[in-house]
């Protein structure tokens, strides 16, 4: 019976998914060519236009935070949308900042035997895509939740995420709420509940040499 349940919620989602598989191709391709590149930080009113207009017309209303630290010129930007009423929240969360690009042509994406190539192909714009369609087809099918699902997709992570997650962290709303949280980042393809971090360091050593 539980089988039975399970194919009778998994196949109309797998229907709106492939029914959209040229839409979200087509959202990948246009998001990459926005050089969202940090650092410095560029382009990301355009990126939180992007994903807005993609919200509003899915009939999810975006929530914009403009986030901004002393000595920085220019705010950046974390959107935020939500389906289900309040209450246990899972949170889709990713970044659309990419490292800065070698050449101009890494924004011009291409597809070649079935995979696309350009800055933030993997890295991570087409993971808000896929997130953000897969939040679109459970609000299609009408899928019943006992809360809700958070997309967050946010700035600077390739830099620290000094004014992206963590000033939402600061302002309580970074994972309100939440009880669990998916990424997608690249991984090689394989699922893991957990990421090592990084840790870099600047050391000064005082004396003179002998």
Known sequence: KMRWMLDQLLKP???VIQKDAVELENFIF???????????????RACCDFLCSYLAKFGLEPIVHSLQVAGSEEPAFAVQAFLGGEGPTVYFHGHYDVVPACEASQFAPVVKDGKMF???TADMKAGLGLMLFAVKALKECGVPLHGRIGLTFVPDEETGGVRGSHLLLQQGILGKHGIAMFTAEPTGGVVWNGSREALSLQIAVGGKAI
């Open 13 to 15: 989602l797998e229907g």
């Open 30 to 44: 246009q998001f990459v060519k926005i050089r969202s590149e940090n650092p410095p930080g560029m382009h990301y």
């Open 118 to 120: 350009g800055r933030g």
